[in-house]
């Protein structure tokens, strides 16, 4: 999205306390449910598109999924710096423009595998690690409904897996170790207790 899309968007929220989002954190119904395939971009998911990359930069995030503001087209947008996407200097995915919106992204094709932390916006003050593919293909519709398909690799691909994932119902706890989830029990259940119950 252009930042003169955001600004456009930031300006409809201020003007307009109906179209303000909220995150929903763990516990949350809506965090379990799979998304539904848009059959086409239309404006009013494009302005959905903005005011969700508004939220998500506001709330200093790197991605967010539409079932993280209660809806669930299958939709996220994710914004990386630059130099969070760097190995030895080197630029891992210099050919895609940020912010990245993706209507019904899918992963087509994984390889090799990366061990890291992270954290989502979901679950305020959890972290752990996560397993995940290395490199990932992933195919989807831009905001023009274009059909693209990128290659990622890194923090990138880490952050294009975490946000499909929550599109399809799955929650980066899901992907811990038993060990880990273990240590984050108590918290995690009082989080979830305090948003609606849902595990």
């Known amino acids: 999205m252009k930042p003169s899309a955001v600004r456009a968007a930031l300006v409809r929220l201020a003007q307009s306390e109906n179209s303000m989002l ?5 516990g949350a119904k809506v965090l379990r449910e799979k998304s539904v395939e ?10 959905l598109a903005n005011e969700m990359l508004v ?9 967010l999924a539409a079932e ?15 130099g969070c996407d760097t190995e030895e200097n080197e630029r891992f995915n210099a050919p895609v423009a940020m912010p990245l919106v993706m209507f019904n992204p899918r992963i087509v094709a994984r390889e090799g595998s990366q061990r ?8 305020p003050g959890v972290g752990g690690e996560v397993t995940r593919a290395r490199q990932v293909v992933c195919q989807f519709l831009d ?34 170790t038993a060990m880990e989830r273990l ?6 259940k009082k ?6 119950g849902v595990r």
């Open 116 to 123: 890291d932390k992270e954290g989502c916006l979901s679950f």
């Open 68 to 82: 993280q503001v209660g809806r669930t087209e299958r939709l996220c947008v994710i914004d990386i710096p630059a």
């Open 22 to 26: 909220k995150i929903c954190k763990y």
């Open 143 to 176: 905001a023009d409904n274009n059909p693209q398909m990128i290659t990622v690799r890194g923090f990138l691909a880490r952050a294009v897996q975490h946000e499909t994932d929550h599109l399809d119902g799955v929650l980066y706890i899901d992907r811990m």
């Open 191 to 196: 989080l979830a207790k305090t948003n609606g």
């Open 55 to 63: 939220l998500m930069r506001e709330a200093k995030g790197v991605g």
């Open 183 to 188: 240590a984050l029990a108590a918290r995690l």
């Open 38 to 47: 848009v059959s086409v971009v239309t404006g009013a998911l494009r302005d």
